[in-house]
């Protein structure tokens, strides 16, 4: 696997990061229209709310950032967006049971219709941040009428099914990037592999001695412990495979 740095916008293609968008600015206009000084005297929730929402998008994109320098902290950011969202669900199911709104069952014709809104694949120019705002504003119209309904429990149940669906949207993506990190390594074993690669071409092109256990091209190294401390020697370049030495 070559390592190249590229661009870090890929997060916008993200369906996840998309519908994350999605549930970030419905859970701001669901706390802007229903929390007050009645329901929130201090503005802890809505501060909670809308900043847990904040952390599934900021996160993603974070991860998706490092993905090409650190697989495992892409994995770690996307598991800390996923918690924020399993946060703001719990606030929005505790609100739920505090208005005595009953989930809708999966076998409900609400569940039903809401479960079948789907997200268009996203088609972008080169303005890429222009055509991602009007992307994501067109998604997110196919939800408004659930997410804004003017009718509570319909708002709060659609936000539960919206932020459920991205929660497993991220499981999904977790568990792709983990089955790819065991195939191809992170970045610093890719980047041993580049360097040793690179070194065996310099060994080839310099005619330096071949390996006497498999015939692969060696390098010079110094030994870093026992009674050869501090002295060079050859090592083959398939190490630690192959064990094969000889003295300079």
């Keep these: 696997m070559s390592i190249t740095i590229k661009s870090i916008k890929g997060y916008y293609f993200l369906d996840v990061w998309i519908m994350a968008n999605i549930v970030q600015q419905a859970t701001l206009a669901f706390c802007k229209g229903y929390l007050n000084q009645h329901n929130d005297p201090c503005g802890r929730l809505y501060d909670q709310m809308t900043m847990a929402a904040r952390s599934v998008t900021a996160n993603i994109a974070e991860g998706c950032s490092r993905h090409q320098t650190s697989r495992e902290t892409e ?91 991205n929660i497993s949207m991220l499981q999904k993506m977790i568990s792709s990037q983990l089955d790819r990190f065991k195939q191809e390594g992170g970045f610093t074993e890719n980047l041993t592999r580049e360097r040793v690669s690179t070194q065996r071409e310099q060994a080839v092109a310099q005619g330096l001695p071949s390996c006497p256990v498999c015939g692969k091209p060696m390098i010079r ?22 064990q094969g030495t000889r003295n300079i």
């Design 75 to 165: 994995m770690k950011l996307n598991d800390v967006a996923r918690a924020s969202l399993s946060e703001l669900l719990g606030d929005f199911f505790s609100l739920s049971l505090q208005i005595g709104c009953e989930p809708w069952s999966k076998q409900s014709a609400n569940y039903q219709k809401f479960n079948a809104i789907q997200l268009s694949r996203p088609q972008y120019s080169d303005d890429i941040e222009h055509d991602a705002w009007v992307h994501i504003q067109n998604e997110r119209k196919k939800f408004a009428l659930w997410t804004e309904c003017a009718d509570l429990s319909t708002r709060l149940n659609a936000m539960m099914l919206l932020i459920n669906r």
């Design 221 to 242: 190294r110094t030994a870093k412990r026992g009674t050869n401390a501090g002295r060079d020697f050859w090592s083959c370049s398939d190490y630690p495979n192959c």
